[in-house]
C-alpha cells in the first residue's frame, strides 16, 4: 500500500487517458453551467483532519431503536444483542427472585441474590444488605463502643475519686440472711451466663480493633470461633436463669416508699449519707425493670431469633439483619446498665459480693444500706431467716 503523500508515476499512455478523461468532465461541466451569471459559492467548511471524538453515552446501539427496548425481558434482548444480560442484572439489582426448586419452607429467599431496596433508621435508601451494613458500621459499633468505654471511664473516676462505699458502723456479729440458696444459685447462674454472653460478643463486635492486631490472624480466628459458640449455647441459659430471676424477686422490686427520694437524691453517692430503702433500692429497682425484664425481653427475644429458634418463623436476610440491629443495641445498653450493678456489687460497696457470696449480711450493713428493710425484719414483719439452713459459725437474728 502506497503512502498518500508519495507521488504517483505512470507511463506515457496513462498520462494521455488521464487528460483525456480530465479534459471530457470539464467540458461537461461548463456545458451545464447556467448561461446567466450566478453569485459565488459560499465556501465550503473546511474538514477537520483526524479522528473525531464521541461521548460513549452519546452512542446507542442500533438494537436500541427496537420498540420496547428498555423493558425487554432477557430473552428478546438475547434476539437483538447476544450477549447482553443487562435485563436479568436489572433484576437481580431490584430484588426480583428466579427460579428456583428449592422449597419455600427451607430455603424463603433462593433465587434471590441481592434484596430490594429499604431504608433502615440511620442508613440510606439502598439494597438491605448494604443499609444493614452502614447501621452496623456507622452507628451500632462506634457508638456501641463509646457508650461501654464512656460508662466504664466514668465508673473508674468515681472510684479514683470515692473509693469503696465502706461499712461506718462495727459489725454486730449477728446475721440477717439476704439471699436464699436458691435465689443465690439463680443469681450466679444468670451472670455467669451474662458474663460469657458480654465477652463472647464484644469479642466479635469489637475485637478486630484491638485483639487482631495483637494476636493475629490465625489465633483471633479461633477465638472468635470458640467464643462464637459459646454465645450461641450461655444463650438458652440466660433466657431460663433471667425468667426465674424475674420471678424470685418481681415481690421486692416492686415500687414502695422512699423510691422517688432514693432516685432524686441518687442514692446518696456523692454526699456520702445512703438514703433509706427497702431490701432493694430504687437504683436496683431500675436495673431490675429497665435490664431485667425490658431489655432482658428484648435480648432473648432477638437472640432468638438469630439463633433460630422460634418456629413458625420465616427466617429471611431481612428478618435476621432487623434482629441483629435490635440485638446489638439492646446489649450494649444491658451492658452499660449491669456494669454499674456488678460495680456496686463487688468493689464499689463493702459487704454487698459477701451478701451474695454466702447469702448473709452484718446487722449493721443491712440498718445502713437498707435501713426501711432492717426495721421491717426488726418489728418482725419479715423473717431474720428465710431458708432452713443455717450458715455454719454464724448467729442469725431472730
Given at each position: ?215 493475629g490472624l490465625t489465633l483471633f480466628g479461633w477465638l472468635s470461633y470458640a467464643l462464637k459458640n459459646l454465645h450461641n449455647f450461655a444463650g438458652p441459659v440466660f433466657a431460663v ?59 432473648v427475644g432477638s437472640g432468638f431469633v438469630l439463633d433460630k429458634l422460634l418456629p413458625g418463623l420465616s427466617y429471611e436476610r431481612g428478618t435476621m439483619q432487623i434482629a441483629h ?74
Open positions: 500500500m502506497r503512502h498518500p503523500t508519495r507521488p504517483i508515476f505512470l507511463s506515457g499512455a496513462s498520462r494521455v487517458a488521464g487528460l483525456l478523461l480530465a479534459a471530457s468532465c470539464l467540458s461537461s461541466a461548463w456545458a451545464q453551467a447556467p448561461a446567466t451569471p450566478s453569485a459565488p459559492p459560499a465556501a465550503a467548511p473546511a474538514a477537520t483532519a483526524g479522528i473525531q471524538s464521541a461521548n460513549i453515552m452519546d452512542v446507542k446501539p442500533e438494537a436500541s431503536a427496537e420498540p420496547g427496548y428498555a423493558s425487554q425481558t432477557n430473552g428478546e434482548r438475547g434476539k437483538v444483542q447476544p450477549g447482553n444480560n443487562a435485563p436479568m442484572w436489572r433484576q437481580v439489582g431490584a430484588g426480583v427472585s428466579g427460579f428456583s426448586s428449592l422449597p419455600p419452607s427451607q430455603a424463603p429467599e433462593a433465587g434471590n441474590l441481592i434484596q430490594p431496596f429499604v431504608q433502615y433508621p440511620g442508613s440510606s435508601l439502598t439494597n438491605a444488605g448494604e443499609a444493614w451494613r452502614q447501621v452496623r458500621n456507622n452507628w451500632l459499633i462506634p457508638y456501641g463502643g463509646a457508650l461501654l468505654l464512656i460508662v466504664l471511664g466514668a465508673i473508674a473516676l468515681f472510684y479514683v475519686s470515692k473509693g469503696t462505699i465502706k461499712q461506718h458502723g462495727a459489725n454486730t456479729g449477728r446475721k440477717i440472711e439476704r439471699f436464699t440458696p436458691f435465689e443465690r444459685s439463680a443469681h450466679w447462674s444468670n451472670a455467669i451466663a451474662f458474663c460469657i454472653l458480654a465477652i463472647s460478643g464484644i469479642v466479635i463486635a469489637f475485637g478486630k480493633y484491638f485483639l487482631l492486631p495483637v494476636l436463669s433471667l425468667v426465674i430471676i424475674f420471678v424470685t424477686f418481681v415481690r421486692d422490686n416492686l415500687p414502695s416508699r422512699g423510691d422517688l427520694t432514693w432516685l432524686l437524691k441518687g442514692g446518696g453517692l456523692l454526699s456520702g449519707k445512703e438514703v433509706p430503702s427497702h431490701r432493694f433500692n430504687a437504683g436496683e429497682k431500675l436495673v431490675f425493670w429497665a435490664g431485667v425484664f425490658a431489655l432482658g425481653l428484648v435480648v440491629m435490635v440485638h446489638a443495641a439492646a446489649t450494649v445498653l444491658m451492658m452499660a446498665l449491669f456494669i454499674g450493678h456488678i460495680y456496686i456489687g463487688t468493689i464499689g460497696m463493702e459487704g454487698a459480693y459477701q451478701g451474695m457470696k454466702t447469702g448473709y449480711v452484718d446487722e449493721t450493713w443491712a440498718r445502713e444500706h437498707h435501713e426501711y428493710w432492717a426495721d421491717d425484719i426488726q418489728a418482725g414483719r419479715i423473717p431474720a431467716q428465710r431458708s432452713e439452713a443455717t450458715a455454719p459459725g454464724q448467729t442469725v437474728r431472730v
